[in-house]
Nanobody, 125 residues
Framework: VQLQASGGGLVQAGVSLRLSCAAS????????MGWFRQAPGKEREFVSG????????NYADSVKGRSTISRDNAKDTVYLQMHSLKPEDTAVYYC???????????????????WGQGTLVTVSS
């Protein structure tokens, strides 16, 4: 499975941005898709996730209420729409895919088998 993330850029605080993650290859093996971010000097953190079927979503508290994750079945693409961006949202955003069910959830990077290359989001104040 290959993942290609895109959509990052330099934006001003308060605007919206949509990140995309296109999956290719043996996508029928996937179970869950996640978005993570890593700011300079900080650990990679979970942002949002969605089951490959698109039936269940979850969000980190830091983005809950101003982000929406969705999936386009026909394009094998997952989107993360972020609104009201803040300077603290500045980070490299990574999409990741898990190919197994984990009862403990998908908040830790270690449960993901595949990673995209990352896309930089910079929010200026």
């Amino acid at each position: 499975v290959q993942l290609q993330a895109s959509g990052g850029g330099l934006v001003q605080a308060g605007v919206s941005l949509r990140l995309s993650c296109a999956a290719s290859g043996r996508t029928f093996t996937l179970y869950f898709m996640g978005w993570f971010r890593q700011a300079p000097g900080k650990e990679r953190e979970f942002v949002s996730g969605i089951t490959w079927s698109g039936g269940s979503t979850n969000y980190a508290d830091s983005v809950k209420g101003r982000s929406t994750i969705s999936r386009d079945n026909a394009k094998d693409t997952v989107y993360l729409q972020m609104h009201s961006l803040k300077p603290e949202d500045t980070a490299v955003y990574y999409c990741a895919a898990a190919d197994k069910y984990y009862s403990g959830g998908y908040y830790h990077p270690n449960v993901y088998a595949y990673w995209g290359q990352g896309t930089l989001v910079t929010v200026s104040s």
